[in-house]
């Protein structure tokens, strides 16, 4: 059974950080490129960020390069998203993506100050 679970979302204020972590399970977890995609309140599910098999290429939504970081530990099936600077137009729930088939619940973040 495929599973998807993130946690570390919360209250943070503006400026400040968070480290999303999603746990995989049920597949290979190295096969696949993944991604984590949020969606914000009244609006349509976004993509953040995106990181290859290996680790080795990743890309960013424009709002937040060179804000947030994504990376992967193919040993322990894990993938993560370092989200700094936080601003107001970060709040959304964010889901943890397994090669466009596979989803999370999501993890709520909320900026606020």
């Known amino acids: 059974q495929v599973q998807l679970v993130e946690s570390g979302g919360g209250l943070v204020q503006p400026g400040g950080s968070l480290r999303l972590s999603c746990a995989a399970s049920g597949f290979i977890f190295s096969n696949y490129v993944m991604n984590w995609y949020r969606q914000a309140p009244g609006k349509e599910r976004e993509l953040v960020a995106g990181?290859?098999?290996?680790?080795?290429?990743?890309n960013y939504a424009a709002s937040v390069k060179g804000r947030f970081t994504i990376s992967r530990d193919n040993a322990k099936s894990m993938l993560y998203l370092q989200m700094n600077i936080l601003k107001l137009e970060d709040t959304a729930v964010y889901y943890c993506?397994?090669?466009?088939?596979?989803w999370g619940k999501g993890t709520l973040v909320t900026v606020s100050s």
């Open positions: 990181i290859t098999t290996t680790g080795g290429n990743t």
């Open positions: 993506n397994a090669g466009m088939r596979h």
